[in-house]
């Protein structure tokens, strides 16, 4: 997408369905009306995550831009085809369902807006390294905000949390994600036992495995069922989160 050079540069709010992006979405979006909110959908998160996409638009008062890409469906037509799951690089169906749908969407100018938290300070580093083009704002790192500060928010301003929080994960991402460490594996052993098998399945089909433990390579069906722990975040509302209501402009009210 192009934006015509007599035109003010855009500003966008990637939103990904979770905590923190909404509240970054919010607040850039009471900073600047014009905000745009995209999401970039990956096919295999949960379907309860569609229903926060339309909560979200009624607090933000606008329709939330939902790219996907035309080529794979989802994240395990990636895997299987591309016959890769995660490496040093990070995952593949990262790349093709996010990244290069956000890339084909950005442009130069803009100004894009992540959720990263005030816990996240060495990935927007990271980040900033490797896209020094891109014109980055981090309204949730400014204001000091956590993600149990993001949850504490929403359910302030009358938003049901996506139902992945309410499982106890730490992130509402797809379900089966190959960034999860062994604590995340074995709660999705137990709460989605069909994923987990497949997962299995497919690590022994590929020869490689998504997790480590003790710097080697553990298939998922070698992994201790009491290894690692995913332990999920508290909502929680400090003086951070009425300071940032105010910037809301709504009261926290949605």
């Known amino acids: 997408?192009?934006?015509?050079?007599?035109?003010?540069?855009?500003?966008?709010?990637?939103?990904?369905?979770?905590?923190?992006?909404?509240?970054?979405?919010?607040?850039?979006?009471?900073?600047?009306?014009?905000?745009?909110?995209?999401?970039?959908?990956?096919?295999?998160?949960?379907?309860?995550?569609?229903?926060?996409?339309?909560?979200?638009?009624?607090?933000?008062?606008?329709?939330?831009?939902?790219?996907?890409?035309?080529?794979?469906?989802?994240?395990?037509?990636?895997?299987?085809?591309?016959?890769?799951?995660?490496?040093?690089?990070?995952?593949?169906?990262?790349?093709?369902?996010?990244?290069?749908?956000?890339?084909?969407?950005e442009d130069p100018t803009d100004r894009q807006v992540f959720g990263y938290t005030a816990e996240e300070s060495r990935r927007v580093d990271r980040f900033r390294l490797a896209n020094p083009d891109v014109d980055l704002w981090t309204p949730l790192i400014e204001r000091g905000l956590g993600k149990g500060d993001c949850l504490g928010l929403l359910e302030r301003a009358g938003i049901e949390i996506p139902a992945m929080y309410k499982l106890g994960f730490s992130n509402a991402n797809c379900v089966g994600c190959p960034h999860g460490g062994m604590g995340y594996w074995n709660k999705i052993r137990t709460t989605f036992p069909e994923v987990f098998d497949r997962m299995a399945i497919l690590?022994?089909?590929?020869?490689?495995?998504?997790?480590?433990?003790?710097?080697?390579?553990?298939?998922?069906?070698?992994?201790?069922?009491?290894?690692?722990?995913?332990?999920?975040?508290?909502?929680?509302?400090?003086?951070?989160c009425v300071l940032a209501e105010d910037d809301f402009g709504d009261g926290g009210e949605s």
Not at 204 to 217: F, K, N, P, V, Y
Not at 224 to 238: F, T
């Open 203 to 240: 690590e022994r089909d590929l020869g490689h495995t998504c997790i480590r433990a003790d710097g080697e390579s553990v298939y998922l069906d070698e992994l201790d069922p009491d290894r690692g722990k995913d332990s999920g975040i508290e909502a929680e509302c400090s003086l951070l």
């Open 1 to 105: 997408m192009t934006n015509p050079t007599n035109e003010a540069p855009r500003t966008i709010a990637w939103f990904s369905a979770g905590a923190a992006s909404a509240v970054a979405a919010k607040l850039a979006i009471s900073e600047n009306p014009e905000t745009i909110v995209a999401y970039c959908d990956p096919g295999s998160e949960h379907p309860d995550n569609q229903r926060f996409i339309a909560d979200c638009e009624k607090w933000f008062e606008r329709p939330i831009t939902q790219l996907k890409s035309e080529k794979y469906a989802d994240t395990w037509q990636v895997w299987s085809e591309r016959r890769y799951l995660v490496g040093p690089a990070g995952a593949l169906c990262t790349v093709e369902l996010k990244k290069r749908m956000r890339q084909q969407f």
